[in-house]
């Protein structure tokens, strides 16, 4: 395993929908920032987010918690254009050449498809996206303009292996993955393009499993 490979601890027994229980496995781990500014000359705005993952075997857990200080959620339905409200997401590889898009809005809405580049992807059916527990600290769902002001907010996914819905995974323990996780939120008045790993293009584009990381999840 290389230096620079994120291990992802493994917690078993734990229930996705245990509130207390994900607190303390959540509590018990260090942050991670999501806090490269990559294209910061024209896009100089950055909030402050973090994410921490576990998984418990039937479940990917990982959780965003975000301080900004602009926040929309406008897109009302799954399998929306998430990206434009103030959005968190992971992007997943469970082999080369294919890569999962998780893009998560601020009020829990959901875009999931399976690429093999930016321009060719196919979007997840209605029972990959409902298999995904999600969790946030806004009210589920609705929908509001843009909010100036200290917004802080938090997000919980819980991804079962059968979400990568071209894989037939039904265990996450062992496998290895490249990924990467952001923070966008391309129509606030102060658009911004956060990753976990850096990107070094000309201009902001997440679809690049390239730059991915590794990640192992542990037996």
Known sequence: MGNDTMRIPKIEGLAPGDPKALEAAFGALEPQPVACCNWSAEFPYAPQVTFRMFHTGAYLMVRFDVAE????????????????????????????????????????RLLLACHTSRHEGVKAPAEALESIIRHTSLPFGETFPEREGDNRWSLTLAIPPRALFRHGID?????????NLYKCGDNLSHPHFLSWRPIPTEKPDFHRPEYFGEAVFDR
């Open 69 to 108: 200080r602009y926040t929309m959620a406008c897109v009302a339905q799954d399998n929306g254009a998430s990206w434009t409200d103030s959005c968190v997401e992971l992007f997943l590889s469970p082999e080369p050449g294919v890569y999962y898009n998780f893009e998560t809005t601020c009020a829990g």
């Open 171 to 179: 265990d996450w323990s062992g496998h290895s993955v490249r990924m």
